[in-house]
């Protein structure tokens, strides 16, 4: 492209002495035009794109959190290790999505993960995705349909709840025992939220595998938390326990460590501390300053964001590179994290903080 440049520069130049500058205005013209398409065979892109570099988006509902910060950096690291840029964003509500859904495609990104605020966008999220020509699976929670059916034809990554729930509900039983707690002096304070399918399933898991081990379904509360936040979780629990002043030992959980850790801090804003209280959340990102305090906290269903971010971005990188499409359900495990191993399996992970 440069060689046909300097000609046109030549011909030019020779053209107007010889036509004694009548036609120079023309000459310009052409130089103008040339020096563009060289400026784009080049690569200059004047603010535009570089059209062969993979870009993907990772869009998270709660971008301040742990557990999606980890997912984010296991995502950068698929990036940096495979060569694509990772465009990370937070979307917290519905018009986030759909904006940010709308300037990824402007920035040229071939496809996204999402963990979105509202799994009933579904449908609105699928039709953005194909107006924009962007691929796309979701990471944690599944979209749902205007039904409230699963949407089995996106591709998901996601925790396999129920049972991550039932292993939440036989530890809070073993240790109960451990302690040689009467089941007539305790209950369980299950703190749900009923709006997402994961966090239903994670706290039904747990409150059948605590009656199937033989605990009393009458003695079984639920705390319903209007919002998947710590505040709602305490809020949701200090009603409950107004409630039930009758009690002397409490087993806890939830949908995740934030909703424990809402929990714990309303039993102990009652003064109910440790010695009456076992609770264990779910995640295990969130757990490091609890488990270092010697609190009601017993332990945590440490799950593998590794997987859900690091993975996840994978899939959708391939398709893009080379057409093959992720896996359409992929489910996690949980180990169960308490003071004795804590340390050592988020070290394991790389999630712990010094
Ligand atoms: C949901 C929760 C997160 C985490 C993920 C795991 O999105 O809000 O805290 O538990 O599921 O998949």
């Known amino acids: 492209m440069g060689e046909c440049f300097e000609l046109a520069w030549m011909l030019v130049c020779r053209w107007e002495l010889r036509t004694m500058k009548r036609f120079r205005w023309l000459g310009c013209l052409l130089l103008v035009g040339l020096a563009q398409v060289w400026l784009v065979g080049c690569g200059g892109d004047g603010g535009g ?69 509202d799994v009933r966008m579904g449908p609105a999220i699928k039709r953005l995705a194909e107006q924009n020509d962007l691929k796309f699976m979701t990471v944690d929670d599944q979209l749902v349909d205007a039904e409230g059916a699963f949407m089995t034809e996106v591709p998901h990554l996601g925790i396999a709840a129920k049972e991550i729930g039932r292993q939440v509900g036989k530890a809070l039983y073993v240790e109960m025992q451990n302690r040689g707690w009467a089941v007539e002096d305790t209950a369980a304070c299950v703190v749900v939220f009923k709006d997402l399918d994961t966090a239903r399933e994670r706290t039904d898991g747990a ?54 850790i809402g929990a714990v801090r309303a039993f102990s ?86």
């Open 49 to 117: 794109s570089d059209s062969g570099a993979i870009k993907i988006g990772f869009l998270v509902k709660q971008p301040e959190e742990s557990w999606f910060r980890a997912e984010w950096r296991y995502a950068q690291e698929a990036a940096d290790e495979k060569g694509f840029e990772l465009i990370k964003i937070g979307a917290k509500d519905a018009e986030e999505v759909r904006s940010q859904i709308d300037s990824l495609a402007v920035s040229g990104a071939q496809g996204f993960v999402i963990c979105t605020p």
């Open 269 to 354: 804003s009652k003064g109910i501390g440790k010695d009456r209280v076992i609770a264990i959340g779910i995640n295990g990102t969130d757990v490091q300053d609890e488990l270092g305090k010697d609190n009601a906290f017993f332990g945590s269903m440490l799950l593998q964001p590794r997987l859900h971010g690091y993975d996840t971005v994978s899939m959708v990188y391939d398709w893009i590179q080379s057409g093959v499409a992720p896996k359409a359900d992929t489910r996690t495990t949980a180990i169960l994290i308490t003071r004795d191993n804590y340390e050592q399996e988020l070290k394991r992970q790389g999630l712990w903080r010094e």
């Open 207 to 260: 409150m059948e595998a605590l009656i199937e081990a033989g605990f009393p379904v009458e003695k079984v509360y639920q705390a319903p938390q209007k919002k998947d936040e710590t505040d709602e979780a305490f809020n949701a629990t200090n009603d409950l326990l107004t409630n039930h002043p009758e009690v002397r030992n409490w087993l806890v959980c939830g949908m995740n460590d934030l909703t424990v």
